[in-house]
């Protein structure tokens, strides 16, 4: 089993940064990518990054690209998202996820095997 920790969410202004953080423990050894994902009251949760555990490939949702980063720090068994020039839109819960399997395209949540309990970004205007 792997458990997952997220911690940074907050309430930031229009334009603002904030940084995730998702602290991984258990049998981390099995985690082939792990990705971020969000959910706004009354929707679905989507794909918004993902990152393979070697670092080697990212993947971000078109909402996203050129302001978030995600990024990860094997050492510390962590995964991070940078966000910047946030909006309104924004706003979510923010989960953090991780998948023992490799080949996927990771944008589903269906591809996650382990789930953190999520954190609360809000981004005012």
């Known amino acids: 089993q792997v458990q997952l920790v997220e911690s940074g969410g907050g309430l930031v202004q229009a334009g603002g940064s904030l940084r995730l953080s998702c602290k991984a423990s258990?049998?981390?050894?099995?985690?082939?990518?792990m990705g971020w994902f969000r959910q706004a009251p009354g929707k679905e949760r989507e794909f918004v990054a993902a990152i393979t555990w070697t670092g080697s490939s990212t993947y971000y949702a078109d909402s996203v690209k050129g302001r978030f980063t995600i990024s990860r720090n094997n050492a510390k068994n962590t995964l991070y998202l940078q966000m910047n020039s946030l909006k309104p839109e924004d706003t979510a819960v923010y989960y953090c996820a991780a998948t023992r399997d490799s080949g996927l395209g990771y944008k589903s949540p269906n591809e996650y095997d382990y789930w953190g309990q999520g954190t609360q970004v809000t981004v005012s205007s």
């Open positions: 258990g049998r981390t050894f099995t985690i082939y990518a």
